[in-house]
């Protein structure tokens, strides 16, 4: 069974700008979790969508948002990016949800923003 | 103010001793526990879990440790391996509320 895929890997914008990434969850998984890595702050949690609904909402601003679709993969946009939206962005899939289930999270893409 | 604290971020092990990784926790409703292991440029992949109806579980060289009234639990490695040097996440969760700590770094020497 392939794992959770993400596109692109890496990412370089300038403030300003907008992106839009990709994760594909694995075959069968309803949910997939966006998070962001940066140095000593660890994972902190973005949002996460059930079967193309947003099912919880970490405490990020309103230049970070994602949808889901029918085939469950969802995309994560940010708008207006700042120099501090540089980071790992990672997502996770699992079958039922976060909270209480295993998550398989892919590798990353890693924005830079200039 | 922070839910989940790994209040070391770093630790140093010998090959064939005992890693231990803690993590804190402040909300007492918080109801499953979750240890993640995560190396360079790859995804964190998960390693063990614990209801809290539960004290302790094990799987194979890792043990985790749940304590309830001191909010706490830790991620026991024995014996650790060169293989095991990464960095190690605790996370927390009940209902829809997930939360991971910052990660503590461990590095088993050889």
């Known amino acids: 069974k392939a794992g959770v895929t993400q596109t692109p890997r890496y990412l370089i914008k300038t403030r300003g700008q907008q992106v839009t990434l990709s994760c594909s969850p694995i075959?069968?998984?309803?949910?997939v979790s966006w998070y962001q890595q940066t140095p000593g702050q660890g994972l902190q949690f973005l949002f996460e969508?059930?079967?193309?609904?947003?099912?919880n909402k970490g405490n990020f601003p309103g230049r970070f948002s994602g949808r889901q679709f029918s085939n469950s993969r969802s995309e994560m946009n940010v708008s207006t990016l700042e120099l501090g939206d540089s980071a790992l962005y990672l997502c996770?899939?699992?079958?039922?949800?976060?909270?209480?289930?295993?998550?398989?999270f892919g590798p990353g893409t890693r924005l830079t923003v200039l | 103010d922070q839910q989940v604290k790994q209040n070391s971020p770093s630790l140093s092990v010998q090959e064939g001793r005992i890693s231990i990784l803690n993590c804190d926790y402040t909300?007492?409703?918080?109801?499953?526990f979750l240890w993640y292991k995560k190396y360079p440029a790859e995804g964190p992949t998960f390693l063990i879990s614990?209801?809290?109806?539960?004290d302790k579980n094990e799987d194979g060289r890792f043990t985790v440790f749940l304590n309830k009234s001191a909010k706490h639990l830790s991620l026991h490695i024995v014996p650790s391996q060169p293989g095991d040097s990464a960095v190690y996440f605790c996370?927390?969760?009940?209902?829809?509320?997930?939360?991971f700590g910052p990660g503590t770094r461990l590095s088993v020497l050889p």
């Open positions: 969508y059930f079967s193309e609904t947003q099912r």
């Open positions: 909300n007492s409703m918080f109801d499953y």
């Open positions: 996370a927390v969760s009940y209902g829809q509320n997930f939360v």
């Open positions: 075959s069968g998984h309803r949910s």
């Open positions: 996770a899939s699992s079958l039922g949800g976060m909270g209480y289930n295993e998550q398989f």
């Open positions: 614990i209801s809290s109806i539960k």
